[in-house]
């Protein structure tokens, strides 16, 4: 770690890395030490390209023999709406391929949001009330958006507590698009856990790399919180862990 940042008051810890895979790694370690200390600890997880490397550090960590995810849970941060748990383009399908698949998960301890729920409002209410009883995440995980959300809370007048399905913006579609053969596929809704359920995780891991994440980062860190930036309600929770990269540590 070339640098240590301490937020407004001391509860946000950011490491600006050298490296994609020197945050990942970092990243990965802090999440393992909270599994050593916690077997059945509930982990709150993000997909999209930046924890990748976290789940690449967790399977080699597992893989030597340090980490036993057996009595694991985990809730997912979304899913795309509408789009069915076998398709390629899930987040479901997303975290099978990229950890549970890899690892010692039992596959019945791992929740997403269901993309294809009948009763969208029902499912999500259903979501919050499984992951309250569980006592909420102990460590969350987190990517930012370029436009500022975490999960797929997006820029908006008002921060929104409980899971929902929310209407993608036109940037998130763009910024997706990669991932898809072309634009158009991307789709135009996603159920997303609400502030609530991310506030109330005891411990939040945000990663972010590139340049691109620059100006997110920084309105996160040091802009007021504004639910323009949806990442800027961090500020007010007690344990923020951001690992970075130069690039996206650009502007603090
Ligand atoms: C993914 C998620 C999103 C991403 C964000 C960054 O589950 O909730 O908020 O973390 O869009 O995506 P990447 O990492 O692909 O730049």
């Known amino acids: 770690m070339e640098k240590l940042y301490y937020g407004y008051n001391g509860n946000i810890k950011v490491g600006i890395f050298g490296s994609y895979e020197a945050l990942s ?33 967790l399977t080699r960590m597992y893989e030597a023999g340090e980490l036993d995810f057996s009595a694991v849970r985990s809730f997912n941060l979304d899913e795309y709406y509408p789009l069915p748990p076998e398709n390629d383009q899930s987040y479901r399908y997303f975290m099978n391929k990229n950890l549970f698949d890899r690892v010692n998960i039992d596959k019945a301890n791992t929740r997403v949001p269901s993309g294809v729920a009948a009763d969208v409002e029902k499912e999500c209410a259903e979501y919050d009330a499984a992951l309250a009883a569980a006592g909420g995440a102990d460590v969350q995980v987190l990517g930012i958006g370029g436009n500022g959300h975490i999960g797929f809370n997006e820029p908006d007048g008002f921060f929104t507590a409980a899971t929902h399905k929310v209407a993608l913006t036109e940037n998130t579609i763009k910024a997706n698009a990669r991932f898809f053969a072309s634009e158009e596929e991307v789709p135009r809704f996603a159920v997303t856990m609400g502030m ?5 995780a005891k411990s939040i891991v945000l990663v972010a790399n590139g340049e691109a994440k620059a100006q997110a980062v920084a309105s996160m860190l040091t802009g007021g919180v504004d639910p323009l930036c949806p990442a800027s309600i961090l500020q007010l929770h007690p344990d923020v862990n951001v690992f970075i990269d130069e690039p996206a540590a650009k502007l603090l």
Do not use: H, Q
């Open 25 to 57: 790694e970092a990243a990965a370690e802090f999440i393992a030490a909270r599994m050593k200390a916690k077997p059945d600890i509930i982990l709150g997880l993000a997909t999209g390209s930046s924890p990748v490397g976290i789940y690449d550090a």
């Open 196 to 200: 609530g359920a991310i506030m109330s």
